[in-house]
């Protein structure tokens, strides 16, 4: 079992957003705003911001409920990126190297897979879930 280590917030960010196209869209906006306000470089973080949440859109939608973006600053030098959905039921299967399976799949997890050091899924807040993500910083950030 994968156990992280977890560190008070530095800085925190969190917004529910539409579970929408648009409420997507505007996740990586204000994560590329809140991140430029940290001082933080915008990518790769904006990449992943923008795959988790089309995700939690195209695959964790329940009528009349938002999906919640966070970003935390956490010790030493991590920025973790959260974003829960209302389908608590339904989890991301960790398919690495599926190329072939892109159609039914699509490439973001692997896309995040590839820019994040770490990623995962965990239950909770009850009903939902939350996929995270997290970039180690560079020295000085």
């Known amino acids: 079992m994968n156990q992280r280590t977890v560190h008070p917030p530095l800085?925190?960010?969190?917004?529910?957003?539409?579970?929408?196209?648009?409420?997507?869209?505007?996740?990586?906006?204000?994560?590329?705003?809140?991140?430029?306000?940290?001082?933080?470089?915008?990518?790769?973080?904006?990449?992943?911001?923008?795959?988790?949440?089309?995700?939690?859109?195209?695959h964790g939608r329940v009528p009349g409920r938002s999906f919640r973006l966070t970003l935390s600053v956490r010790a030493p030098r991590t920025l973790s990126v959260e974003v829960a959905d209302a389908r608590g039921e339904r989890?991301?299967?960790?398919?690495?190297?599926a190329v072939g399976n892109a159609a039914e799949s699509g490439y973001g997890l692997l896309l995040v897979d590839e820019?994040?050091?770490?990623?995962g899924v965990r239950?909770?807040?009850?009903?939902?879930?939350?996929?995270?993500?997290?970039l180690d910083l560079g020295p000085g950030r």
Do not use: I, M
């Open 11 to 58: 800085r925190h960010f969190s917004v529910p957003l539409s579970a929408t196209r648009r409420g997507a869209r505007l996740a990586r906006l204000l994560a590329a705003e809140q991140l430029h306000d940290w001082g933080l470089p915008l990518d790769p973080a904006r990449l992943v911001v923008a795959e988790l949440a089309a995700n939690a859109v195209l």
């Open 91 to 97: 989890w991301p299967v960790r398919v690495r190297g």
């Open 115 to 119: 820019l994040a050091d770490r990623w």
């Open 123 to 134: 239950s909770g807040p009850v009903p939902c879930k939350t996929v995270w993500a997290e």
